[in-house]
């Protein structure tokens, strides 16, 4: 039996995809949680072989929690389910160690696929998005420099599309501000723009807040 967490922090969410593994024959759902606090504290009592991970989890952004979940239980294979730019996130996250990554506008018979596919050590992305990512178009340059970033260097550019002050970003991410200040030249030199004005703006208009 296929065991299933999700991490959602909607529960008409949680509702939904546990209604749709719950209805598939060799899947188990053994528990849903809306925080990083209730994910580790569930983990602590059940080991699921899935965890679906919401990119926008509350307390602990995506990225990070999934690199928490690589250190401590890197035999679950984590599958981030986001309704954030997937022609930007997607990639990363995979970098970071997660097996798939599938948007919230996909098909629900997508989550069974791709939760089947991460179970079985593969990686799972869907095929469209697997040409978007190959081929791009000339409108999608923006695009393409966004996905030469680092998954640090997304991970610190969100937060600062935020409106999180470098104080709160090295809080959140555990670096000091000075190396935040390196961080935000080094994308402001990557995405040729000459202030943080101009920064937040690309970011904003693709959909990284």
């Known amino acids: 039996m296929l065991k299933v967490l999700i ?14 593994l719950s209805s598939v024959s060799g899947i ?18 059940i080991t699921p072989d899935v965890i679906i991970l919401e990119m926008d989890i509350p307390e602990i952004n995506g990225i990070a929690t999934l690199r928490n979940l690589k250190q401590e239980y890197p035999d ?7 309704g954030q730019s997937d022609d930007v996130y997607a990639m990363s996250t995979i970098r970071a160690g997660a097996f798939g990554y599938l948007s919230k506008t996909a098909e629900l018979d997508f989550i069974v696929a791709a939760v ?19 081929f791009d178009e000339g409108t999608q340059k923006p ?7 680092s998954v640090r260097e997304l991970e610190i550019l969100k937060l600062l599309a935020r409106g999180k002050r470098n104080k709160e970003v090295a809080q959140e991410l ?15 030199k990557k995405l040729n723009v000459e202030n943080m004005v101009d920064l937040l703006q690309q970011a904003k208009a693709l959909e990284l807040y």
């Not at 959602?8 to 209604?19: A, F, L, Q």
């Not at 679950?76 to 986001?82: E, G, M, N, Q, R």
Request: hydrophobic share 40%.
């Open 174 to 188: 555990n670096l000091n501000e000075k190396t935040i200040s390196t961080y935000k030249a080094r994308l402001m």
């Open 116 to 134: 089947k596919k991460v179970a079985d050590g593969n990686t799972f992305i869907t095929n469209d998005l697997a040409q978007r990512l190959v």
């Open 28 to 45: 188990e759902v053994v528990g849903t949680v809306g925080t990083t606090t209730e994910l580790f504290n569930k983990l602590k009592k």
């Open 76 to 82: 679950i294979k984590v599958l981030i389910f986001s």
């Open 7 to 20: 991490a959602d922090n909607h529960p008409i969410v949680r509702t939904g995809i546990e209604h749709v």
């Open 143 to 149: 695009r393409r420099l966004f996905r030469k970033l």
